[in-house]
């Protein structure tokens, strides 16, 4: 049994509703146990910060300060949405960098008789512990619906790779770990080279005419390599590419039909489960004629691309892959 | 204790014009000195503007003959610099070398402190502690050790080849030992060569045929040492001379044999995996020697026991199956390190997208396209084989001058990325861009060669590329890898698209460096670039006597210089083989055998295997000339039975001593 | 203001790395704490704990042992000798009432030059505030001592 | 130097020690007569009556050879030695007291204060009143006097000058009869005296000289203690099965009494010829058996060695470099 302490985060229980249905589907099949942290508060997602540096880190520190309580049996923070994830470790990692940072925060939880040591949790996403603790054999192992012939665009957004302070991920532009959890559900993973490309955040309140080329460029390069939908992992990105994929398209003319599904969703298909327990049908871009390759056994409308020719080509050098390691070659 | 006879001293405090008396009151140190430390011996106590020169080398002479001195210190730089200096003057005066000791009062006082009283303060102490050293200093002579005239150059690359040749021609017989099948190191890849053009096999086979044939040489290929040991003039080393499972006596090189052999297999080493070699294969067609060797990993034969095709078609009968790796040991004098580089591996730089894009080159891959021998028979084409790109960006300084792969400029990736720029011009007409962030031409005829490369219309963009991608935002950039980059000149971010990408990649030291490092006895530096012995005027010699280094695998530099690092190092060697024995630092240790009890607790401790153990005496010995003078064995000794020479117990204990002021008279400081 | 006090330091250097680091600093002009008298071995593996002793017991306030990097030793491995002395040593000295902060192991290859004067600065003022220890001071007021120890002893 | 045909005077003493060297002196059987025989002793405190006037009354140098053994510990032990030197020809520091501390020579580990509280105030000694001896008391007789205690226990050449050094807790029974015999022919003028100074009834090696076990090359991977170890190999080297034994920093000249019967050699005969600290070569001669090269992992194998002060100096400490601990020094 794995126990962690579980920041749902806002959007979990609003916007990203089936986010946390999908997840929650996907724990018992694979042991997981979360517990979530008692009268947790919001983590300023990517505005706070950017104000009023202070107040935001003690509002985030109070949620680790609260954690440190329920720590019995597992130092491991985990959070699903990529901007909790990414202000609970910043806010570990800075109250260490800059104690004076770490000093001020402490006073003002001591207001509320809170106090956290920072590097007393590990924080880390919920895919990293699917990766890297579950392991992706074990997840294979629990696949009863391989998901093959789906063609999937791996999102892995921005706020994840980087800045990487604890060197979790294989790389920090084009890291693997999403391709290889969708491979191992029997998806066909497209080569999606703007796999960490910023999706825009809060730019669609700000700016919305950048947010809309940022959100184009993605969705349009996953349309153009045939990817039938985005998988994501952050319920920010799935909301901007998701929701305003339609204003986007009024914007600029354009008619993409790209759905924006959780990489949970997936693994919830995989694992057998039916798409209502999924929380698949709520988002806003219908998935019903993507999943309609897997969904039910009908026949795939488009004719399957042809099988690729063995090209006489020059022959391609291996991929660069985590465990091979940066400091191997140095 | 028995009453020691007073040596008479002579100390010298040195000016070094302002260097020392700019900080330290030389006169006051002299006096001092006189006046404080004549119950130890002193008998003079001068100073001088400039010790080093020959008039003060003469002042040194001149009290030694006149006053009788048997010991003298000098006051001034490091011994580094002018210990041999100041011990030739005392040989000179005939007082024995060794009964000169130096005390640095330039780099460890006067140009590191700027209190003056603190600075002159602390000078008497080195003072007094050099004298109490001096004064337990004993008289050596230095050990000769014959030179064995045969010398080992490890690696075949351009620099080896030149060494090997030098030495050969000189009439000395050399070992060459190369890792690879053959002889030719990186430079036999490359298709041009900057800044003259000249096609890299053409100049360079001819040195290859000729150290393949000459007498003096003994090619020893896809060999590797696998142990050293001795010292300079008498190095034993052990060299494992892979099993090529072809009977050299009998192979004529008609290459029948790799002809028929149904194994294909990428070759990684001299195709830089762009083209595809044979189980049974030579590298290239010049190769030297000629012989072909057997993959044993690769080759169906040793996998599964079945074909055995190249046997069947050898008119010779040369391949040999049951042929076992040997370990051949040889003797020789000096031993000359050029063991190249390996290229920056470009797939560490994600955001180029090498080995993701297909249609990003590095350098290596490129030379073999442009090369006629390569497996686009010199076609310059995109990963399909088949199309010619229109449009070619050359991106330098991929992995160096960045902090996050190696810090250093490699030197010749400007040169590399102008010559391609030339080829591609030449053989496609192609646009090319080049993206750089300073060019770097700096030797002869390389700027003239950068003016060529400018005139032929090569668009070059000064800037750090940001990301290679095949993420297209417009129909114009649809298909194409488009290049982010920031136009410094220009002001602004540019997206440019072409349809290939050459990555112009920086030089790394091999990744086995520290560990050969270690079996030949010298260090590397933190990069992994073996280390010289002084990086301005001593580039080619090591902290160990007798090891040279030459070429890549000193650091990152062009073939002209490679060629004349080879040389030069083999100068350094035909100095030392003429000089037929060299004189080794007398600093040694040796075992009191009354006193030494076989407990065989320092045993363990020499990594030069000059202490050996007498069962039958119980005792322990050492052999002075293995010995390197460390005095690791002298400092474990339980019973104190191993003394030292030059660095001896009661010298430090009474530098020790006098460092503290102890041996003063009541007169304080 | 009162005498600051100002420690007298012995450091033990290797010829190869930190004897030239030394150098190093000197040729670049870069400026450190002048407490420290160096003795140049051959090696750090040539260190015989004797002479941490004299010195201690000589009247040095510390004692600064200064080698090649681990892996990096010019005689290939015998830094790692002179570590094993210098952490028993340490745990003898602290049974003789020293503070084994006064003796410091450093390890500055020849091209850290500035890594040296660093280390020999903050080590000094490391000693600065252990204070004195004047080894045997006592010793030759030999008189004076029986005196006054006399009253102390509980009549 | 027969003093005009009457035997020559012979003297011992013993001063902070614990009387082991006089039960040794005893112990070389019969040759003890040859003692009587040859010498004529005016002054042995534990084994006849003399007092101290007696040897003040002698004329000076008169006496040839005196045994003097223990440390000084107090005034009046420094007064013996001195009045001894005055009045002996050859002043031998007899045993390992007298010649580096030895056991006694522990108590530098700790402040003079300390050893009188500890004497007269613990837990086995009621002591409510805080009752202590003191220097001089009066009495209806007169004033009563005791030793006064030196700070710190010193050997006999840091008080006066020695001619010869014997080591040994106690010096072996073969070794004290092969010097009375030396003497005996010197007086006799068949011998010469060796240099003075020099160290007297011992071997020019260390115990592992005449030690009989197998030894090779010794890496360690933990120090153990000896009852930690079962069974002890009985014909390997002791150290090298990882118990810290002191041999080979220790002198020769005891036939490796202790590791012959399966004990490890903890030092009594001090260092070897010409070392100037002895626990210095025992703290380089552990470094260089420990095979390990990571920190953590050579600080996990001296944790094997629970007290290495007390095992490299046990006997050593006042003859040391340091001499004592800085409590010692310390004027409380």
């Known amino acids: 049994m794995n126990k962690y302490l579980f920041y749902p985060g806002c959007s979990m229980e609003s916007s990203a509703k089936a986010y946390m249905q999908s997840m929650n589907a996907i724990l018992e099949p694979l042991d997981l146990q979360m517990e979530e942290i008692e009268d947790w508060n919001c983590c300023g997602a990517t505005e706070y910060l950017g104000i009023n540096l202070i107040p935001a880190y003690s509002l985030i520190a109070r949620n680790l300060a609260l954690a440190t309580k329920q720590m019995n049996g597992t130092r491991t923070v985990t959070a699903p949405c990529s901007a909790c994830y990414l202000n609970l470790a910043k806010a570990d990692y800075y109250m260490q960098e800059r104690p004076s940072l770490g000093a001020k925060v402490n006073e003002a939880l001591a207001a509320g008789g809170l106090q956290y040591t920072p590097g007393t949790l590990e924080i880390r996403h919920l895919i990293d512990i699917l990766v890297y603790d579950i392991g992706l054999e074990t997840i294979r192992s629990k696949v009863s619906r391989p998901l093959t012939g789906l063609r999937v665009a791996p999102y892995m957004g921005c706020m994840l790779p980087r800045p990487d302070y604890k060197h979790r991920w294989s790389d920090h532009e084009h890291p693997t770990e999403l391709d290889d959890l969708l491979r191992a559900l029997g998806v066909e993973v497209i080569d999606y080279p703007l796999t960490t490309n910023c999706c825009g955040g809060h730019m669609t309140q700000i700016g919305p005419e950048t947010a809309f080329e940022l959100i184009r460029r993605l969705v349009a390069d996953a349309d153009e390599r045939g990817a039938h939908l985005m998988a994501t992992v952050c319920p920010m990105c799935q909301m901007n590419l998701d929701a305003y994929q339609g204003e986007m398209n009024h914007y600029f003319g354009t008619d993409y039909h790209m759905p924006i599904l959780f990489f949970t969703q997936l693994m919830g298909l995989a694992f057998g489960r039916e798409p209502g327990d999924l929380g698949i049908g709520a988002e806003l871009v219908s998935s019903r004629n993507a999943l309609a390759n897997i969904g039910v056994e009908v026949p795939v409308t488009q004719e399957p691309a042809a099988p690729r020719k063995k090209d006489e080509g020059l022959p391609m050098p291996r991929r660069w892959t985590k465990h091979e390691g940066k400091e191997a070659v140095k | ?621 050492i052999n002075p000339a293995l010995c390197q003078g460390c005095g690791t064995c002298v400092a474990a000794c339980p019973a104190g039975a191993i003394s030292g020479t030059g660095f001896s117990d009661q010298q430090i204990m009474a530098q020790i001593d006098g460092l503290l002021l102890r041996n003063l008279e009541p007169v304080g400081v | 203001m009162t005498e600051k006090f100002e420690p007298t330091i012995i450091g033990f250097t290797c010829n190869w790395c930190s004897y030239r680091a030394a150098d190093l600093a000197g040729t670049a002009r870069m400026k450190y704490a002048p407490n420290v008298r160096l003795v140049r071995l051959m090696c750090s593996g040539r260190l015989d704990p004797t002479f941490v002793l004299r010195a201690l017991s000589n009247g040095a306030d510390g004692v600064m042992i200064t080698g090649c990097h681990p892996g990096e030793c010019h005689y290939l491995e015998q830094n790692y000798k002179a570590l094993r002395r210098f952490l028993l040593l340490r745990r003898v000295l602290k049974g003789m009432g020293i503070e084994p902060e006064r003796v410091k192991l450093v390890w500055a290859s020849a091209a850290e030059g500035a890594r040296f004067a660093n280390e020999t600065t903050t080590f000094v003022e490391e000693i600065r505030n252990l204070g004195p220890l004047n080894w045997g001071r006592f010793i030759k007021q030999e008189a004076e001592i029986n005196e006054s120890l006399h009253e102390e002893v509980p009549a | 130097m027969t003093v005009n045909g009457k035997k020559p005077k012979f003297a011992m003493y013993w001063a902070a020690s614990c009387g082991g060297c006089e039960i040794a002196v005893l112990n070389i059987h019969e040759k003890i007569l040859d003692v009587d025989a040859n010498f004529d002793v005016v002054f042995w405190p534990v084994a006849m009556d003399a007092k101290y006037k007696d040897v003040e009354a002698m004329e000076d140098g008169s006496i040839l050879l005196t045994l003097f053994n223990g440390g000084i510990r107090n005034d009046e032990n420094e007064h013996l030695a001195k009045l001894l030197r005055r009045k002996t020809k050859i002043l031998v520091a007899f045993g390992s007291c007298a010649c580096e501390g030895c056991i006694p020579g522990l108590a530098n580990l700790g402040n003079v204060g300390e050893i009188v509280h500890t004497a007269f105030n613990t837990i086995t000694t009621d002591n409510p009143h805080e009752i202590y001896p003191r220097i001089s008391f009066d009495v209806p007789e007169g004033e009563l006097h005791i030793p006064k205690l030196a700070p710190m226990l010193r050997p006999l050449d840091q008080v006066v000058d020695v001619d010869y050094y014997m080591p040994g807790c106690p010096p072996e029974s073969h070794q004290i009869a092969a010097v009375v015999d030396l003497v005996i022919k010197v007086v006799k003028g068949e011998a010469e005296l060796p240099p003075k100074g020099s160290v007297i009834g011992v071997g020019d090696s260390t115990v592992c000289d005449e030690c009989p076990r197998a030894r090779n090359v010794k890496t360690i991977k933990s120090f153990k203690r000896i009852q930690d170890i079962a069974p002890v190999d009985p014909d390997l080297c002791l150290l090298e099965q990882g118990i810290p034994c002191n041999g080979p920093a220790t002198r020769s000249g005891c036939n490796a009494r202790c590791p012959n019967v399966g004990a490890q050699c903890i030092g009594c005969y001090g260092p070897a010829e010409g070392v100037i600290d002895y626990g210095a070569r025992l703290i380089t001669a552990f470094a260089s058996v420990v095979d390990a090269k990571e920190p953590e992992e050579i600080e996990q194998i001296l944790d094997g060695i629970p007290d290495p002060t007390g095992q490299v100096y046990r006997f050593n400490l006042a003859g040391s470099l340091l001499k004592a601990n800085r409590e010692a020094w310390k004027v409380k």
């Open chain 2, 1 to 621: 204790m028995s009453e020691k006879k007073q040596e008479r001293v002579g100390v010298y405090v040195c000016h070094c014009g302002s260097n020392i008396a700019g900080v330290v009151d030389v006169f006051d140190v002299a006096s001092w000195a006189e006046e404080n430390l004549k119950h130890q011996g002193v008998v003079i106590a001068r100073e001088y503007k400039f010790m080093c020169s020959s008039l003060g080398q003469e002042l040194i002479e001149k009290d030694i003959k006149e006053l009788g001195l048997t010991r003298v210190v000098v006051a001034a730089c490091s011994p580094h610099l002018h210990e041999k200096t100041f011990r030739t003057a005392a040989k000179n005066a005939g007082l024995n070398p060794y009964l000169v000791e130096l005390a640095s009062i330039r780099e460890q006082v006067s140009w590191v402190h700027t209190d003056k009283a603190v600075a002159t303060k602390k000078s008497k102490a080195v003072v007094a502690g050099a004298v109490s050293r001096v004064i337990e200093n004993v008289p050596l002579e230095e050990l000769k050790v014959p030179i064995n005239p045969n010398t080992l150059v490890v690696g075949g690359g351009i620099a080896g080849i030149q060494a090997a040749l030098e030495i050969a021609n000189a009439g000395f017989h050399v070992y060459l030992v190369e890792r690879e099948p053959s002889i030719g190191g990186h430079m036999a890849q490359f298709d041009k060569t900057f800044p003259t053009l000249d096609c890299s096999a053409c100049i360079l086979t001819p040195r290859m045929v000729e150290a393949g044939t000459h007498p003096n040489i003994t090619l020893m290929t896809w060999s590797e040492v696998v142990n050293v040991s001795g010292y300079v003039g008498s190095f034993n080393v052990t060299v494992k001379k892979k099993a090529r499972f072809v009977n050299e006596e009998l192979c004529t090189g008609c290459g029948i044999c790799e002809e028929k052999c149904p194994k294909k297999v990428i070759d990684e080493v001299f195709e830089a995996g762009l083209g595809y070699r044979k189980a049974v294969y030579t590298p290239f067609a010049q190769a030297v020697p000629k012989y072909p060797v057997m993959d044993r990993e690769n080759c169906t034969y040793f996998i599964k026991g079945t074909c055995k095709a190249c046997e069947k078609f050898c008119p010779t009968g040369a391949i040999d199956f049951k042929q076992e790796d040997q370990l051949i040991n040889i003797e020789v004098g000096n031993i000359i390190l050029a063991t190249g580089y390996d290229l920056f591996d470009a797939r560490r730089v994600s955001n180029y997208g090498y080995g993701r894009l297909p249609n990003v080159f590095t350098s290596l891959e490129f030379e073999r396209l442009s090369n006629a021998a390569g497996p686009t028979n010199g076609n310059i084409v995109m990963r399909d084989g088949k199309t010619t790109p229109k449009s070619v960006g050359i991106i330098h300084c991929v992995g160096s001058r960045d902090k996050n792969f190696n810090n250093y400029c490699s030197v010749i990736c400007c040169m590399q990325g102008l010559k391609f720029a030339h080829l591609v011009h030449e053989r496609t007409g192609a646009t090319v861009y080049n993206f750089y962030i300073d060019m770097r031409t700096a030797y002869k005829a390389y700027d003239e060669f950068y003016q060529r490369v400018l005139e032929e219309g090569t668009l070059f963009v000064r800037g750090k590329v940001a990301e290679v991608t095949n993420a297209a935002r417009n129909e114009h950039e649809r298909g194409k890898l488009i290049i982010q980059v920031e136009d410094t000149l220009a002001g602004k971010q540019r997206r440019i698209p072409v349809d290939m990408v050459i990555l112009s990649s920086g030089l790394q030291p091999r990744a086995d460096s520290k560990e050969v490092g270690k079996l030949f006895g010298i260090s590397c530096s933190t990069d992994g670039w073996f280390t010289e012995k002084h990086p301005k005027l001593d580039p080619v010699a090591t902290m160990t006597e007798g090891i040279y280094i030459a070429g890549c695998s000193q650091g990152p530099k062009d073939i002209p210089s490679s060629v004349a690092q080879g040389a030069a190092a083999s100068a350094r060697v035909l100095d030392k083989i003429l000089q037929r024995e060299v004189a080794l630092e007398p600093i040694k240790a040796s075992v009191n055998q009354e006193m030494c009890s076989g407990c065989r607790i320092c045993n363990g401790l020499c990594p030069f295997n000059a202490i050996t153990f007498h069962e039958d005496l119980m005792v322990t010995e």
